[in-house]
């Protein structure tokens, strides 16, 4: 790949090629960007890149599906493949032993990567049928993880048409054992996020263009389903204020409430996903079609994503 910028994140309030981003004086809320913060380009020449998570010492590691590979970016600025293939992953988490969670959508299972770059499978299907293909995966604190199965048919695949009779949340408890459906009622689940207690997840339904909140409860189960926004979304985060951050147009900011608090325009056809990383959590790195984005925020990141 062809580095177009490399920087350590407190460059990011210096240098930008591109609009700046300030508190709004009439706005309800601020801006959870920096003042006088500027959107750079951390480097291209991808394909199609995805899937942001940052593990403990805030280096993030991203997808490039299309070629097949987990790619690393460090917080001092360097890039390289970490594994190649990659099963074709697409979203990443990071758990708190430091294992990377990855939506391996060649074959439609979920995997944990270990730092010694071997893999598990974890989940290889549903009751014995394939699942649609797992996209978008987030770690519970204190164990238990939550991903989404939506059905978008790839040209590498060699199966059939949607076995699952449904596009939906999945749940699968620490123990790794029975997995189980916590949402059957969307049309295309996408991106997912939940708070730093795990006691709320969001869910974008994308095909619907709509994001929900679910109360978590003890057992996994989800709650109380309520609307955030009219909005769905490819990948998403959260900042320590609560803000939850919206991907597809750029990166678009919601509050908890559900009232938009910022948008931020990225110069790419498609923005699929978005997280924090760096070694303070500030930089807001996105995924975003052939390259890849940061800025530097007054917010922070609580997890991996």
């Known amino acids: 790949m062809r580095v177009t910028t490399m ?11 591109s609009t700046s981003w300030a508190a709004d004086a009439g706005s309800a809320a601020p801006s959870p960007v920096a003042p006088g913060a500027r959107l750079d380009k951390i480097a ?45 992953s697409n979203g990443l988490c990071f758990d708190a032993a430091g294992d990377l969670w990855a939506c391996a959508d060649e074959r439609n299972e979920l995997w944990v990567v270990h730092p010694d770059k071997t893999h598990e499978t974890v989940v290889r299907d549903n009751q014995g049928k394939l699942l649609n293909g797992p996209n978008d995966v987030w770690i519970r604190p204190g164990g238990g993880t939550y991903f989404t199965d939506p059905f978008y048919k790839r040209p590498y695949w060699h199966r059939g048409e949607m076995e699952q009779d449904k596009q939906c949340v999945y749940y699968l408890p620490p123990d790794r054992k029975g997995l189980r459906r916590v949402t059957d009622d969307l049309e295309q689940p996408n991106g997912i996020i939940g708070t730093p207690d795990g006691k709320i997840v969001y869910v974008a339904d994308i095909r619907a263009k709509k994001t929900w ?3 978590i409860r003890e057992d996994g189960s989800l709650a109380n389903k309520r609307l955030l926004c009219e909005m769905g979304s490819d990948g998403m985060t959260i ?24 948008h931020i325009a990225v110069p790419e056809r498609w923005t699929a996903n978005v997280c924090f990383g760096g070694a303070d959590r500030h930089l807001l790195f996105i995924t975003a079609s052939k390259g890849v984005y940061g800025i530097s925020m007054r917010t922070h990141g609580v997890g991996s994503q």
């Open 239 to 262: 900042d320590n204020e609560g803000n939850v951050y919206l991907t597809g147009d750029g990166v678009t900011v919601f509050n908890s409430k559900g009232q938009q608090v910022e």
């Open 44 to 88: 291209g020449g991808f394909e199609f890149t995805e899937g942001p998570a940052c593990d403990a010492q805030g280096n993030v590691y991203f997808t490039d599906q299309p070629n097949d590979r987990i790619v690393r970016w460090s917080t001092d600025g360097h890039l390289s493949d970490f594994l190649k293939p990659s099963g074709r």
């Open 7 to 17: 920087f350590r994140v407190f460059a990011l309030l210096a240098v930008g090629t």
């Open 213 to 215: 909140a679910y109360d």
